[in-house]
């Protein structure tokens, strides 16, 4: 019962802890209540103590970063999950915005074998901007915040997706972020070079963080390298591309723009684009261009790799289905 509906405060803990009023009360309509039994003090004491107990839910979210007016309320109820459950006690800074999502550097639970947390929170979706995301979830099946496949046979999620609802869009967009969950955890367990999944909400996905304090690992188009340290790491992003499509995955949106780079080593990032490389039509010039955009960026730190041959040969390998010229040709 919401504490409005009280006279005041003690009357608000009286009732709920099922304790009675200590004086004659005067209702809203103006009429004198009854005099109450006088309650036992210690029990009184007791309800005022059990319920300053009780975390406020603005007080049990410590944030040292200063979210902006329109993010914060976002913000809060997409990462309350988290502090409930003990994963994260602190949200540092913003490390990086977006259309679709924001990064933010957040501080670890104790028990945690992590220091730093990056929690990547999609952002509302009248802010967000998923362009063409028909085009790379063709092929993918509709999954729920339980990571569930929804069948077709689940006709009340399938109408209001087909029909456009507003629960049709939220199903949408919760498939959408737990496709990306689904894909990094399979990869980490693969031995793909990703951040280790720590938990994931229905708008928020919690990840190991590349970096420190200071300052998040850059960018890999933000790096200059030398020809001899570019070569192993253009072999390394190349082994990733070809670890996924091995296992019938294409990233979707990989670049330079997508790589961490920390410490001598890469990290491949943001996979909501993931595309299925036997069941998308464009899945051939997706990876096409994936393998281009790797190879175009290592060329500019003096490594060749011809990205065509790459391709041809890796898709050969490794998918069933030959590609189509037409689509090809289009690229």
Partial sequence: MSFDLYHDEYEHLAARFQLNTDEDRISRNGKQRKKTKQPNPGKANAAVTLADDQPKLEDAFHMTYRPARYEEGFLKESLQPFVTLTLIDDVLALVKGGKEANVYLCQAAAHLDVDLIAAKVYRPRQFRNLRNDVTYREGRELVNSLGITIKNRDNREMRAIHKKTSYGAELTHVSWLMHEHITLDRLYKLGAAVPKPIGVGENAILMTYMGDRSR?????????????????????????????????????????????????????????????????????????????????????????????????????RYVRLAPDRTVQDGV
């Fill in 216 to 316: 998040p690992a850059p960018v890999l188009h933000a790096v200059s390298l030398s020809p001899r340290e570019a070569a192993p790491l253009c072999d390394e992003v190349l082994r990733n591309i070809e670890l996924m499509l091995a296992h019938g995955m294409i990233h979707g949106d990989l670049s330079a723009y997508n790589i961490l780079y920390w410490e001598g080593k890469v990290t491949l990032i943001d996979f909501p684009q993931v595309t299925m490389s036997e069941s998308n039509h464009n899945a051939y010039r997706i990876f096409q261009r994936d393998v281009r955009r790797v190879c175009e960026y290592f060329a500019t730190q003096g490594v060749e790799r011809d990205a065509d041959a790459i391709v041809r040969q890796l898709w050969s």
